[in-house]
């Protein structure tokens, strides 16, 4: 009897070895515990009082809002088009722009960069009108240690 209960304990301790010797040399496959961040939001344009303008729907709120992004990271921004002419975004100095955007119809477009920086959106075909401002700002440790 004394022996059975021996035996099995040491099949058991064997066991636990072989168990975390396996998970433990990255044979086993993780899950990702988080999911991955997604920066997204949702705008339109807009005509408000015969000007066109930028409405912030989801992830942004305000009249032509500040949108900002993370270094190395894809931003994604749907764009709507709730008035009656044709509208094209575009970001100066990312050099990133939408296709024709028609009433009535979306885009979604990916913006990624690996550098901090100050931009600003306009309405391809409403050249020289500033709508509003699109910042990609890096996101750290305030401080290095070594």
């Known amino acids: ?9 040491v099949l058991v301790i064997i066991g ?37 303008a930028i409405i912030g729907i989801s992830g942004i709120s305000g009249i032509n809002p500040t949108l900002i992004s993370r270094t190395d990271y894809n931003y994604f921004l749907t764009i709507y088009n709730n008035d009656t002419l044709p509208h094209m975004f575009f970001i100066d100095g990312l050099n990133v722009n939408s296709k024709v955007i ?3 119809e979306n885009v979604t477009m ?7 920086g100050d931009y600003k959106y306009y309405d391809r075909f409403e050249a020289g009108k500033k709508l509003g401002d699109f910042k990609i700002v890096k996101v750290g440790l305030l401080n290095q240690y070594p």
């Open 1 to 9: 009897m004394n022996f059975k209960i021996i035996i099995l304990a």
């Open 110 to 116: 990916t913006i990624y960069s690996l550098k901090e």
């Open 16 to 52: 636990f070895a072989v168990f975390f010797g396996f998970s433990g040399q990255s044979s086993v496959k993780s899950a990702q515990v988080y999911p991955s961040e997604r920066i997204q939001s949702t705008i339109s344009f807009q005509n408000i009082d015969n000007k066109t």
């Open 102 to 104: 028609q009433p009535g």
